[in-house]
């Protein structure tokens, strides 16, 4: 049987590597959801703050959506880095 590569971390360490990373990217995406939804809720109230009949409501209508896809996105991967801990 071959020795293994100098440069190839056993197993083992190799999936305490993996799981710091998972870990440190479903931090990263807690951080940009978070981030998302103020982000989000400022569009909102400056909505709200708007007349009805303001084209600006529609650039931030589209902004909103936007917002809320991204967020639904992240959460769906952040879910399966949740997941892949376990």
């Keep these: 049987m071959p020795d293994r590569p100098a440069d190839k971390p056993p197993p083992k360490r190799r999936r305490n590597g993996d799981r710091q990373a998972k870990q440190q990217d479903l931090h990263a ?3 940009s959801i978070h981030a998302d939804l103020a982000r989000l809720t400022a569009v909102e109230a ?8 303001d084209p600006e409501v529609d650039r931030l209508s589209d902004e909103a959506v936007r917002l809320a ?15 892949d801990l376990r």
């Design 29 to 31: 995406t807690e951080d």
């Design 69 to 83: 896809d991204d967020i639904g996105q992240k959460t769906r991967a952040e879910r399966q880095l949740g997941q």
């Design 46 to 53: 400056r909505k709200t703050a708007l007349d009805g009949d």
